[in-house]
C-alpha cells in the first residue's frame, strides 16, 4: 500500500506524515507538493503535485493506493482545485481518497463550508472508496494569535457566547494519519472536534489565568471585526469567511461531541490549557 499527502509542505501535512511515518513503512509513503524541495526534510519519497496542473497530478499519483486531500489554501476556485485532484486519482487508479473537511459538511450554513460540500459531493459522484474527515477549528486560529491580543489589550471577535470544540492542528494530523493507514476507514465520515468547548469569553480567560494579566474578550459587531481583519493584513474574502464563522458559530456549526476524534486518536485530545501555554511559550 502506497499512502501519499497532498499539502504536505504545509502545516497540517507536516505533521500527518510525521505521524503516519509512525504507522507505515516510510518507503511507501509520498510527500506530494507544489515544491518537492520543501518537503525533503521530512525522510520519505517526495513528487511535485499541484492542485492547478491536472496531467502532472496524474503522473504524480502512479503507484498510490490511498490518496489523502488535505483542502487547499488557495481560495482561487478551491472547487475546481479540489475536482483536478479527485479527477487525477480516478485517471491514476487510486483506490481510496481521503478529505480534510469540515464540521457537518452536508448541511452547514458557514460560508467556508460551501468548498467542502462542493468537495465531498464530487468525491461522492467519483465513485472512489472514500473517507471523509470533517474537522473543527483549529484551536491555533486563536492561539497562533495570542500575542496580537495580548499587545492590543484584548481578544476579538464576533462569536458571542458560542462554544467551540476546537482541536490542535497535532490532533486533527494524527486523525488523518490514523485514517490513511488504515483501509478500515473507507466509506466513514468523521465529524472531528476536541473534547473540550469553550466561550471565547472562556479562551480569555484561561490566557488571563496564564499570564496573571486581565484579557477581556471583546465581543464586536461583524461589520467591525471585519474593518479590523482587513486592517491586519486579510483579504476581504477571507476575513469574510472568519467573521461569517463566528457569527454562525452561536448555532453551534463549529461543536460537536461525539468524541470521535479522541476515539481515532485513542486518547484525550489536547487540552485548551496545554494548547494555550505552549503558545505562550
Ligand atoms: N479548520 C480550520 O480551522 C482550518 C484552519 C486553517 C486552514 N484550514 C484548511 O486546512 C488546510 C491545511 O491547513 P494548514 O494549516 O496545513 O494550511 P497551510 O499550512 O497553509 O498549508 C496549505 C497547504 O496547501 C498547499 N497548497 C496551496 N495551493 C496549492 C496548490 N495549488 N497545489 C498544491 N498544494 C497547494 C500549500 O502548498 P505550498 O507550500 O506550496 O504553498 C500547503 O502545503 C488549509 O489549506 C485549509 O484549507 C482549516
Redesign the pocket.
Known amino acids: 500500500m502506497t499512502i501519499a499527502i497532498?499539502?504536505?509542505?504545509?502545516?497540517?501535512?507536516r505533521l500527518a506524515i510525521a505521524h503516519l511515518k509512525t504507522l507505515a513503512d516510510p518507503a511507501q509513503i509520498v510527500a506530494l507538493?507544489?515544491?518537492p524541495g520543501?518537503v525533503a526534510d521530512l525522510g520519505v519519497p517526495a513528487r511535485a503535485?499541484?492542485?492547478?496542473d491536472p496531467d502532472g497530478m496524474v503522473a504524480a499519483l502512479q503507484g498510490v493506493t490511498t490518496l489523502a486531500l488535505?483542502?487547499?489554501?488557495?481560495f482561487n476556485d478551491r472547487i475546481g482545485?479540489h475536482r483536478n485532484v479527485i479527477e487525477a486519482a480516478k485517471a491514476a487508479g487510486v483506490g481510496r481518497i481521503l478529505y480534510?473537511s469540515?464540521l457537518k459538511a452536508d448541511r452547514s450554513p458557514l460560508l467556508i463550508a460551501v468548498d467542502h460540500a462542493a468537495t465531498e459531493e464530487i468525491i461522492a459522484a467519483s465513485g472512489l472508496q472514500a473517507t471523509i474527515l470533517r474537522?473543527?477549528?483549529?484551536t491555533e486560529?486563536w492561539t497562533a494569535n495570542l500575542g496580537g491580543a495580548i499587545g492590543a489589550g484584548a481578544l476579538i471577535g464576533s462569536a458571542g457566547d458560542a462554544r467551540f470544540t476546537p482541536a490542535t492542528?497535532a490532533d486533527y494530523a494524527q486523525a488523518l494519519a490514523v485514517a490513511a493507514a488504515d483501509p478500515a476507514h473507507a466509506g466513514k465520515v468523521y465529524e472531528l472536534a476536541g473534547d473540550e468547548g469553550f466561550t471565547l469569553t472562556e479562551l480569555a480567560a484561561e490566557v488571563s489565568r496564564q499570564t496573571g494579566k486581565p484579557l477581556p474578550y471583546n465581543d464586536l459587531p461583524g461589520d467591525v471585526y471585519q474593518g479590523i481583519l482587513e486592517s491586519l493584513g486579510l483579504p476581504s474574502g477571507f476575513a469574510q469567511l472568519l467573521v461569517d464563522a463566528d457569527v454562525k458559530a452561536g448555532d453551534g456549526w463549529l461543536a460537536d461531541d461525539s468524541g470521535t476524534l479522541s476515539g481515532l486518536l485513542n486518547r484525550p485530545t489536547v487540552r485548551l490549557s496545554d494548547a494555550v501555554a505552549v503558545a505562550l511559550a
Open positions: 497532498t499539502g504536505a509542505s504545509g502545516q497540517l501535512g507538493a507544489r515544491d520543501k503535485f499541484d492542485y492547478t488535505i483542502s487547499s489554501s488557495d482545485q480534510t469540515i474537522n473543527g477549528w483549529y486560529n492542528r
